[in-house]
């Protein structure tokens, strides 16, 4: 069906800000963008008066659990609630149960989300000491993941050699989470008694790793992204070390909670990298402002309460994100912290960019329409009940944010409209520039 957004406020490449404009959609395109278009008696015209159009966001880093661990979360339930967060695309993480490190397991992960995920997808392969060699066949990916400090999962490469063959090898960007394993192993031993996990996982430990894995990646020439960049330290780093072909993200956790949210909920609020300080807070709010941080991605990373609700040493790390990114940010907006067009570059076009997405990620003549409505005005109350991934909870419940997603456009086609879902039509897997 063909679609005619009326009377939006649409974000212009061009100028970098808001206009008043009307959308015309024709299949999966945007084919017409003016100040008034006239519809056609079989177009669906939507009133968007009042509201502000946005690329559909584009999540860079979310973990949708599927093959491995569908009780927590599939891309289904997980496209479910990219949609309702108003993100159009999503790149998925390779650490599933079985990692995504070869041919056979992408391709497996490609026929799950080609049946199921309402938004475009796209995905990682892992990169590690078993598959080192074989990393330059892989072009039609993301980026290359490369755990250099323990996460979820045991899928390590503490080996500054291997990482040295994966870089050499790489045809796409390599994503890193960046702690050095023995500094984790030395503060995990110092701090056991106190459970005190941001005091286990010290700033230390990424400063660290930022350190050694970019000098290593400006040797090498080699597109580079530092995945939740989490500390004052490592922005420090990068004042220093910075180059085009470097890039970092930030997440939402980092941005709006500190280590007295896990002091006060326990496992809730345990995460790799841990949630830092209210210093660490104010110079990742500093480095967005100062154009040193590339993207804001959310780390989605679900698990039930029942993992949750254990001892927090023993409780599985991560929180769900990528249904409250927006929400947040346009109460960000609100209180004057960031701009709207600040939100357009962190969330769309920079990982558009930086990932080689093609034609995502702007709102153009030609271009995919991959679209987000929101009401700036409007207030969201953010509940457990009212999240639509599969583990059920948020760690911002009660959080009241000025400013809601109305709709979200994929492809041309409605997904999510002020909390009704179709989905009759899929996402597409994103293609990607050389």
């Known amino acids: 069906m063909d679609i005619l957004l009326h009377g939006g406020m649409v974000y212009g490449s061009a100028q970098g800000d808001f206009v008043r404009a009307d959308i015309r959609i024709h299949e999966d395109r945007i084919v017409d963008i003016s100040a008034e278009i006239l519809p056609r008696a079989w177009e669906k015209v939507v009133d968007c008066t009042g509201k502000h159009i946005l690329p559909g966001l584009i999540d860079a880093h979310v973990h949708f659990r599927e093959p491995g661990a569908t009780h927590k979360e599939d891309f289904l339930s997980g496209s479910k609630a990219a949609a309702a967060g108003g993100v159009t695309t999503v790149l998925d993480m390779p650490n599933n149960s079985t990692p995504t490190t ?7 992960k490609r026929g799950l989300a080609r049946v199921k995920s309402l938004v475009n997808y796209g995905f990682y392969i892992l990169g590690c000491e078993e598959n080192a060699n074989d990393l330059a ?18 899928y390590l490469t503490e080996d500054l050699g291997v990482f040295a ?46 350190a050694e894995s970019t000098l290593m990646a400006r040797h090498f020439a080699k597109p580079f992204h530092i995945a939740h960049l989490s500390t004052k330290e490592e922005l420090a780093l990068l004042r220093l070390f910075k180059t085009p072909l470097i890039t970092c993200e930030v997440s939402p956790h980092h ?23 209210n210093t660490d807070q104010q110079a990742l709010w500093d480095g967005i402002r100062e154009g040193l941080v590339d993207m804001i991605a959310t780390d989605h990373a679900p698990h039930t309460h029942d993992e949750k609700d254990t001892a927090v040493m023993e409780a599985p790390c991560g929180v769900p994100g990528v249904q409250t990114m927006l929400p947040l940010l346009l109460q960000a907006v609100h209180e004057g912290r960031l701009a709207l067009r600040d939100v357009v ?40 009940e009212t999240q639509y991934s599969k583990c059920g909870w948020t760690p911002f419940h009660g959080l009241v944010t000025k400013g809601s997603v109305v709709m979200t456009v994929v492809n041309g086609s409605i997904v999510y409209h002020e909390g009704m879902f179709y989905e009759d039509v899929k996402g597409k897997e994103v293609e990607y520039d050389n």
């Open 137 to 154: 066949e892989f072009e039609d990916i993301a980026g290359i993941k490369v755990y250099l400090g323990s996460s979820t999962g045991n």
């Open 255 to 277: 941005l709006f909670l500190n280590e007295e949210f896990f002091c006060a909920r326990g496992a809730y609020g345990k995460m790799n990298p841990p949630l830092r300080y």
């Open 345 to 384: 570059r962190l969330c769309a076009l920079n990982p558009a960019k930086t990932f080689g997405l093609k034609d995502r990620g702007t709102i153009r003549e030609g271009g995919y329409a991959d679209l987000c409505v929101v009401d700036l005005v409007a207030e969201t109350i953010i509940l457990n």
């Open 102 to 108: 070869t041919r056979e397991r992408l391709d497996e």
């Open 165 to 210: 063959i994966i870089l050499q090898n790489a045809r796409r960007r390599v994503v890193v989470h960046a702690e050095n394993e023995g500094l984790l192993r030395f503060f995990a031993a110092k701090h056991r008694e106190s459970q005190l996990y941001h005091k286990m996982r010290d700033n230390l430990c990424a400063a660290v790793s930022v």
